[in-house]
């Protein structure tokens, strides 16, 4: 069973950086495929980025994030990042990350395909 834990959140003004980084122990962090999601109060959680089991694979929510969200991983380190640069506040959320136990090198988009998750780290942009 992988546990998850994310950090780099903070408060940053708008159309700067924040790298997340999210740490799994507990299982074989190469067998699991990676997600980002993210909520605000009153919504649903939605998909930001995923990536695959080797990284050589990445998808994206949307252009927007696309152009300027990069997913990645260190299977050497245990940890998958999120690189976030020009961000706007309508990025503002508590960002989870989220693993999947896979056998297939795919990487996944839909909350359901994810049995496990990190607490979340708050990040809040200003305008």
């Known amino acids: 069973q992988v546990q998850l834990v994310e950090s780099g959140g903070g408060l940053v003004q708008a159309g700067g950086s924040l790298r997340l980084s999210c740490a799994a122990s507990g299982g074989t962090f190469s067998s699991y495929a990676m997600g980002w999601f993210r909520q605000v109060p009153g919504k649903e959680r939605e998909f930001v980025a995923a990536?695959?089991?080797?990284?050589?694979?990445?998808?994206y929510a949307d252009s927007s994030m696309k152009a300027r969200f990069t997913i990645s991983r260190d299977n050497a380190r245990n940890t998958v990042y999120l690189q976030m640069n020009s961000l706007k506040s309508e990025d503002t959320a508590v960002y989870y990350c989220?693993?999947?136990?896979?056998?297939?090198?795919?990487?996944?988009?839909?909350?359901?395909?994810?049995?496990?998750w990190g607490q979340g780290t708050q990040v809040t942009v200003s305008s």
């Open positions: 990536i695959n089991l080797s990284g050589g694979s990445t998808y």
């Open positions: 989220a693993g999947r136990r896979s056998s297939s090198n795919y990487y996944y988009i839909t909350l359901p395909a994810y049995a496990h």
